[in-house]
């Protein structure tokens, strides 16, 4: 039985979900992850134009991250392809580095929503990890916090905050 969605706990304290949901989180999300992938590799390209109705988020945008507690910065492209006029898919290139230190690239689909008006909600997976980002959609640019689930546990690592700029 659906509840309906989860809440987003706070920035900045841990949030544990129990055993028996912890199985049907990370079985929701990898079949999410797969099914996203297929869309965002078998899909339009984010430069078609979008249908009638949809979102007004497709394009490519300039993302910049950072994380709160480490000087980890997160810089890349999301690319993002619309098909509804609440959901959207896409894909994400980025590079996670501090400073002079060594440099990780990072790379996985995401999918979102539009939860209220302007409020953007969405899921980005990098690996084993997953990202739920939170923000506003303000003219061409998003802003808002990010927190970081990992995909075995569902406990909250990292958190962080995140502005995305559309390219022109």
Known sequence: MCTGPLPIPPLGRLWHVPNPRRSLIVALLTAA???????????AASTDPEPAGTVPIAGTWSYTGLQSGAPLQLTGAVDVVSRSTVS??????LVEGAGGAAQRRLT?????????????????TLGVLLRRHVARLVADT???SWFE?????AAI????????????
């Open 33 to 43: 992850t797969a099914a996203v992938a297929g869309c965002v590799a078998g899909g």
């Open 88 to 93: 959207f898919i896409g894909s994400a290139d």
């Open 108 to 124: 996985g689909p995401l999918a979102g929503r539009f939860t209220q008006g302007a409020v953007v909600e969405f899921d980005l």
């Open 142 to 144: 998003i802003a808002g």
């Open 149 to 153: 689930l990992a995909g075995t546990d």
């Open 157 to 168: 690592g990292a958190t962080g905050s995140f502005r995305a700029v559309r390219r022109r």
